[in-house]
């Protein structure tokens, strides 16, 4: 291993140059090139490599990665006012990969290739370029896909354990790093592995921790100008998004697991989950305003639960998203689970007491069919305080801590005599709460990881999705944790029929990718108390743009139809497992935007998948945007849904500019007429306004025209 610590810009550089020198004697001029999901990337070191790869049209560069993050703009002239300065600001130490903005702009050299596995949603569409090289992959195959594209390079940034220089984190981005070099090494192809440390990327425990020897590089990153990418807290969640997250948290059940994905959907969901353990009232108020328990009790009842959580949840997911830092400090991420198949049935069970460990467990695992323990058996139950850390195993046997030896055997009498006297240990330690594969989030959420207690990291385990999208690599340990599994994930529209289309659109132009989804769905339907839950917006846009997301058919399908389970809209619930076509129909049609019920019923009975008779229950014919914002904000006037319920990145001014032009986004051409001749008085707040949208000396017609609108709305805002 070359490890470079640089002290100025030009050392750093200088040391790069020498890395990269170094990987093509090693390897040659085909370098391809494996980065991480999201934030993990060496961003410095990529660009360095992809500059040399510029220069020199002989070097062959592909790079294999996914998620690629670059910083927002907003093309739109009115709204980038507001947010091109603050994506300014959130990003001013933040460089995004050189390959992106030539992928984005179609400016590829011809000796260099980029494919993806998943896309930043929509960030793709319509670039001819990355949707050809894009690569359609199941999360756990990604490893895999990449290796057998030819990888021979490994990137990763990686932190550094301040009590330990030796030890190394994947941080962020063990999901797939893990399983590529050992998959690498297996072939015994050559490969070159380089690790890039990041001072402010937070030390993550789990699997994620490995020796800096597994690195032929480690270098230095200079975080004035790579800083970490941020996730930005600016829409204010959406209504829409709010009522599907309020159907949502209503079926996760206390002592189980749980599984979200990143956005407001999401967000929406960890709030209402924070809301019936902190305000359960005012939660059940909720539940009766949306009429959820009237519609969809019995399913509640079932699966879901109303109370706080007693026993706590246990989170198993591909991307760690801040929503489960806010559950963890909520105390509602609190169930622990134990690395050991046995063991974590007597839990689950009640047989075994985490917190006095009592000598029955040992018959108890006996019973399961536990019998002689090997060693990795034992070191794990060791790990966990099953057995006394002063205990030993040696060769089939299990050494007291007074030296006694006896048979490694749970069925052995004496055996249990000898462990319940000597061996047992008092409580367990040592559990998880959270199992994830990747994390990205705002500033606050990394400088929480970074800060957090020694106690408290531990509990947090990362590592590869291999272990976490799938029960593959032990099934029985991991349908042991995963009890009362909850797998929340989003999907862009339905068919009458179930399917669900999440990543790729009718002509195939791919929005983002399968990602994880389709193995937590399969997962789901694979644990006995375990459901799948696919959040989608009834409608999109409005107008003559209004479209229905719950659909015909559509040629696209991520999951299948044999897999369909729970669907939840804004307007409701459909639990679809198990049901027949004309069950599923019906069950989709009543959660449906009302604008688009009566089309989708009358191409249900013309296909023959509905009766000719049937009619539209009347509970479920008022699925309006009208009644949803009347919920909402009936919600809103009693603090239950906040508009940034986890933080904003907007200043106070910058909030007040962003109101003043959601009103006008929302008026009429005939509203927007009369208020711009209307006489505009004065008002501090206006003048606020405008400066902050730099409309302070607004100059032509258009800019002069906003100026006025904006100074009006605001002035109204201060009457009210």
């Known amino acids: 291993m070359q490890q470079a610590i640089a002290s100025t810009a030009e050392e750093r550089a200088k040391q790069y140059q020498q890395c990269l020198d170094g990987l093509i004697a090693r390897l040659g001029k085909t370098l391809v090139v494996a980065l991480p999901l999201g934030l993990g990337k060496p961003v410095e070191l990529i660009n360095a490599l992809y500059a040399r790869a510029c220069q020199d049209p002989s070097l062959s560069l592909t790079i294999l990665t996914a998620l690629t993050l670059e910083r927002p703009r907003e ?19 933040y460089t995004e990969p050189s390959y992106a903005t030539a ?44 290796v057998a594209q030819g990888c021979n390079v490994v990137m990763q940034l990686v932190a550094q354990d301040p009590s330990n220089p030796q030890r190394l984190s994947m941080s962020c981005n063990p999901d797939t790093s893990l399983e590529v070099v050992q998959r690498l090494t297996e072939l015994g192809r050559d490969f070159v592995s380089v690790g890039v ?10 699997d994620a921790e490995v020796e800096a020897t597994q690195y032929q590089f480690l270098l230095d990153t200079d975080e004035s100008q790579h800083g970490l990418f941020v996730m930005p807290k600016l829409p204010p969640v959406p209504a829409a998004d709010y009522a599907i997250g309020v159907h949502a948290c209503s079926l996760v059940a206390d002592g189980g697991t749980l599984q979200l994905g990143i956005g407001a959907m999401s967000d929406a969901i960890v709030h209402g989950l924070q809301l019936r353990h902190s305000r359960n009232e005012d939660y059940r108020a909720l ?8 519609h969809w009790g019995d399913l509640v009842d079932r699966w879901g639960g109303r109370g706080p959580f007693k026993e706590g949840l246990y989170g198993a997911t591909e991307m760690f998203v801040e929503g489960f830092w806010q559950l963890f400090n909520s105390g509602i991420l609190r169930r622990e689970v134990y690395d050991f198949w046995a063991l974590q049935i007597l839990i689950n069970d009640g047989v075994c007491d985490s917190r006095a460990l009592s000598a029955n467990t040992i018959s108890a695992m006996a019973e399961l069919g536990v019998r002689e323990l090997r060693g990795k058996d034992f070191a794990v139950l060791q790990y966990h305080g099953y057995f006394t850390a002063e205990c030993q195993y040696h060769d089939g046997y299990i050494t007291a801590p007074d030296g006694e030896s006896f048979p490694a055997n749970m069925a052995n009498p004496k055996s249990q005599r000898i462990i319940a006297e000597k061996c047992l240990g008092t409580e367990l330690c040592n559990g998880k709460v959270l199992h994830g594969g990747f994390f990205l989030g705002s500033a606050e959420f990394y400088r929480g990881l970074r800060t957090m207690s020694d106690a408290e990291r531990a509990k947090l385990a990362m590592c590869s999705v291999g272990k ?16 009362k599994a909850r797998f929340i994930n989003t999907g862009l529209n339905v068919s009458l029929q179930g399917a669900v289309a999440s990543d ?11 990602g994880g989804q389709y193995n937590f769905v399969a997962m789901a339907h694979q644990l006995a108390d375990g459901r799948s839950i696919l959040m989608i917006r009834a409608s999109r846009g409005e107008g003559r743009r ?5 659909v015909e058919n559509f040629p696209s399908c991520t999951i299948p139809r044999h897999l369909r389970d729970i669907v939840i809209t804004e307007y409701g619930i459909a639990d679809l497992r198990s049901k027949t076509d004309e069950q599923v129909i019906k069950a989709l049609l009543n959660i449906a935007d009302s604008r688009f019920q009566g089309d989708l019923m009358r191409s249900a009975k013309a296909a023959g998948k509905l009766a000719e008779d049937y009619q539209l229950p009347a509970a479920f014919s008022n699925n309006t945007p009208a ?21 904003c990145d907007f200043n106070a001014e910058e909030l007040l500019a962003g109101k003043a032009l959601t009103t006008l986004s929302g008026l009429t051409w005939w509203q927007t007429l009369v208020l711009l001749l209307k006489p505009c008085e004065w008002c501090a707040e206006a003048d606020t306004g405008l400066r902050t949208l730099g409309l302070e000396e607004a100059s032509g017609v258009k800019n002069r025209a906003l100026r006025r609108l904006v100074r009006a709305v605001i002035a109204g805002f201060s009457k009210k």
């Open 75 to 93: 093309s739109d002239p009115i709204r980038g006012r507001l947010l091109n300065p603050v994506f300014d600001r959130l990003y001013a130490n």
């Open 546 to 550: 209004l479209l229905s997301n719950i």
């Open 504 to 514: 790729t659109l009718g002509s195939g132009q791919v929005v983002s990718g399968v």
């Open 627 to 647: 009644r949803l914002r009347a919920d909402v904000a009936w919600a809103k006037s009693r603090d239950m849904l906040p508009n940034y319920p986890f933080g």
């Open 197 to 206: 440390v990041h001072h402010e990327l937070p030390y993550m425990c789990g």
């Open 287 to 294: 539940l009766e305003r949306f009429k959820i328990d009237a």
């Open 103 to 146: 992928v984005r702009e179609a400016a590829l050299p011809e000796n260099i290739i980029v494919r993806e596995f998943y896309f930043k949603p929509g960030s793709r569409l319509g670039n001819a370029g990355a949707q050809q090289n894009y690569v359609s992959s199941n999360y756990t195959h990604a490893a895999r896909d990449v």
């Open 468 to 483: 976490i999208n799938q029960l593959d690599f032990n099934p029985r340990l991991y349908q042991a944790q995963r009890r």
